[in-house]
């Protein structure tokens, strides 16, 4: 490769006019460095002001260039002061509506000047609007050009706005033309994936000409775009394989004792093992024996028992002499966590410690003296475990409960932890939300995966009935009903706003409204507001059977255990992930009563939340209703893309690429094989600064 070829890839963005310290500062925060930062910068739609349209033929929801003549512009004091400004052009009228605006602006509408306007059509009142177009003054009587481009639309952020993208992308577009920028792609992977040639790529996107086929760049089929969606998914993978190569180089304490331990706790158990739990146990033994770390992600539908699994690792970790560390989201599920493993442990002669944010003073300093001095073997806890004033004797595993809720980065953060003497403790993840294949592969190739497929006997499906919340008369029947037989119910409040407080208010007053409709019915309710002890004896009480009826906010997603539940009420179902329904659902139908389940919802339904629905009255398989929501609603809506730090992609799709994912494995196992020199740049290009996580 010649030397003017690596020049665009360390040129700093300062370097482009217009770029002085500040905003240099303000790109950098938003990723962007280098000219090559700027070209990887991907629009995330056009627009076409390739030619300008006749105002009658427009329809709403059209984006498009307008030439018209004001004929008339008002301010109007409503409930907002607006400037309305009534525009023509031969063909029909159309109203420009502004919420802001300054006098000189105002003063620009005078009746008979010539606009140049760019901007969304939107049915309005009265007739055809656009709500603060772009526009130009036209000066003269003839025809101003168009673009002759497509116009991209990049993703901005606070102080890096769209101009400023559009002008640095033109300018490093221009930079293009003279220098290159390196292609990292050995020849052999282009030809044999039909990949077309990097520059033409990158000026395609970002500059479509006007007669672009617009419908296949708004869906990112285009072959330029496939390019880079391409090596988009390929670097991701790549930063994955790399943390997973490198583990295999890191140590780990062998945990190989001999299972005297393991085979009383199998022997104490009440049930016998389901196949799959023991094959997936005995997958982790072996993973544990290895001195480098396993990383080992396990999946398993609610309910198919993973606490059992998760147990052996930790007892076969604590009889090869090192502590363990479990981690659950909440503390709910941590707390019913603690309960299990006590009292599994007790008679195995494992102390068992406690720590979550809640735990101070004495207490917590008594708990980290007994961690540090190693006489605390098992500790289970919410996020506080891994404070920076945690230490232990021997940390040997780190168990996560519910994967989804972290990302790649707080994992390896998490395992980084433990690091001590040279060796990481063993990490094993267990996660009830099933992953399709496909979406493993792109997210999680820094992690074995193992899955529990199978549930215990006894197991009744659930009956799920979809209903509208005016028929909630008949739903407090059924309450009544499956109380009298002697059965318990969940009633769950959810609200789509985040805010805690308004779920507690929603689940106070339906806990009044049953109580008041089931006289003669014990009612109780738990949501996050309550102190952790009343809320702690409130469910205490519940599986006691002392409660009938449980109203709860989503608290109990996770980690409630009461075989004799057997009716799950969910209001505003239709606001909830298909994989949260399935969980909450998976509350019932562990005893073996007929179990159901009401998903009421508001009216009316879109014709989508009806088709997700009915996901989950057609089956009670997890991975299948993962697979179906995967492909109503897209990747990021099923992992919670915002909760985890899940990662985003600039123009690949996992959902519209996955036929990319087997192309991309071989691709990787390819670079990481002949062309280890280029892996790093390859990576550095697409992840940017956040792909220094994969450094270990
Ligand atoms: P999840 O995979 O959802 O975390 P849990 O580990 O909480 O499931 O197990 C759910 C319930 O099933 C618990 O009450 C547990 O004791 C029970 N259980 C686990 N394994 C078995 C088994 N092999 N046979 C019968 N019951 C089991
Ligand atoms: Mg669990």
């Not at 409709?517 to 309550?530: S, T, W």
């Not at 670079?671 to 790093?680: I, S």
């Amino acid at each position: 490769m010649s030397d003017t070829r690596a020049t665009l890839d360390s040129l700093p963005v300062s370097a482009l006019r217009g770029v002085g310290p500040k905003s240099a500062l303000r790109l950098s925060a938003f990723g962007i460095e280098t000219v090559q930062d700027v070209l990887f910068h991907l629009p995330r739609r056009y627009e076409d002001r390739t030619h300008v349209r006749e105002v009658g033929g427009l329809r709403p929801g059209d984006h498009a260039v307008i030439d018209v003549q004001v004929d008339l512009a008002e301010i109007r004091f409503g409930r907002r002061r607006s400037l309305l400004v009534r525009v023509s052009d031969g063909t029909g009228a159309l109203l420009l509506r502004f919420f802001h605006f300054s006098k000189a602006q105002q003063q620009g509408f005078a009746r008979g000047a010539r606009l140049r306007i760019y901007g969304e059509v939107r049915r309005g009142p009265a007739m055809l609007e656009m709500v603060h177009p772009e526009y130009q003054h036209l000066e003269a009587a003839d025809s101003v050009p168009t673009e002759d481009r497509l116009t991209a639309v990049y993703p901005t952020t606070e102080g890096v706005h769209q101009l400023t993208l559009r002008k640095l992308s033109d300018q490093a577009l221009q930079l293009l033309e003279r220098e290159s920028l390196p292609e990292w792609l050995p020849e052999a992977l282009r030809r044999e994936h039909h990949l077309t040639d990097l520059h033409a790529a990158l000026r395609y996107v970002h500059r479509p000409p006007p007669d672009a086929d617009q419908a296949a760049l708004e869906a990112g089929t285009h072959p330029a775009q496939q390019r880079l969606a391409f090596e988009e998914m390929l670097a991701h993978q790549l930063s994955l394989k790399r943390i997973r190569e490198r583990a295999r180089h890191l140590r780990a304490e062998q945990l190989d004792s001999e299972g005297e331990l393991l085979r009383r706790f199998k022997a104490a158990l009440p049930f016998q093992l389901t196949d799959a739990q023991q094959r997936v146990i005995h997958i982790i033994l072996r993973d544990l024996s290895m001195p480098h770390p396993m990383m080992r992600l396990v999946q398993g539908d609610v309910g198919s028992g993973k606490t059992v699994v998760a147990a052996a690792a930790a007892i076969q970790a604590v009889e090869s002499g090192c502590q363990v560390a479990v981690m659950a989201p909440t503390e709910l599920l941590a707390e019913q966590h603690f309960g299990n493993f006590e009292h599994w442990c007790q008679d195995l002669g494992i102390r068992v410690g406690w720590l979550s944010g809640k735990v101070k003073g004495k207490t917590r300093a008594r708990l980290l003296d007994e961690l540090a001095q190693g006489d605390i073997q098992v500790v289970i806890g919410t996020h506080a475990l891994f404070q920076a004033d945690v230490a232990f004797a021997r940390l040997g595993l780190v168990i996560i409960d519910e994967q989804h809720r972290f990302g790649v980065h707080q994992r390896l953060s998490l395992r980084d932890k433990g690091r001590d003497r040279g060796v990481v403790p063993h990490q094993l993840i267990m996660t009830a939300t099933p992953i399709p294949r496909t979406l493993a592969m792109a997210l999680y190739a820094d992690l074995d995966s193992s899955v529990i497929d199978e549930l215990p006997p006894g197991r009744t499906p659930v009956q799920t009935v979809v209903l509208p919340d005016n028929r909630r008369e008949e739903v407090v029947q059924r309450v009544r009903q499956a109380c009298r037989n002697g059965r318990q119910a969940y009633w769950v409040c959810t609200l789509i706003e985040e805010s805690e407080s308004l779920q507690c208010e929603a689940a106070e007053d339906t806990a009044a409204m049953l109580a008041e409709a089931l006289p003669g019915l014990r009612v109780a309710m738990v949501h996050g507001r309550l102190k952790e002890q009343e809320k702690a004896q409130r469910m205490a009480a519940f599986k006691q059977g002392d409660i009938d009826v449980l109203v709860a906010t989503t608290v109990i997603e996770v980690g409630v255990d009461v075989p004799n539940a057997s009716l799950m009420i969910i209001e505003n179902a239709e606001r909830l992930g298909l994989s949260q329904l399935h969980q909450l659902r998976g509350r019932v139908g562990r005893g073996t009563a007929v179990s159901n389940c009401v998903l009421m919802y508001r009216s009316p339904l879109s014709a989508m939340a009806r088709k997700r629905l009915a996901v989950l009255r057609e089956t009670g398989d997890g991975f299948e209703i993962a697979r179906r929501d995967l492909e109503l609603r897209g990747p990021g809506e099923i992992l919670g893309t915002r909760q985890t730090g899940m990662v985003q992609f600039r123009i690949a799709d996992l959902l519209r690429d996955q036929d990319l994912l087997d192309k991309i494995d071989q691709a990787s196992g390819y670079l990481l094989e002949h062309c280890q020199d280029n892996v790093k740049p390859i990576i550095r290009r697409w992840l940017g600064r956040s792909a220094r996580f994969g450094e270990v």
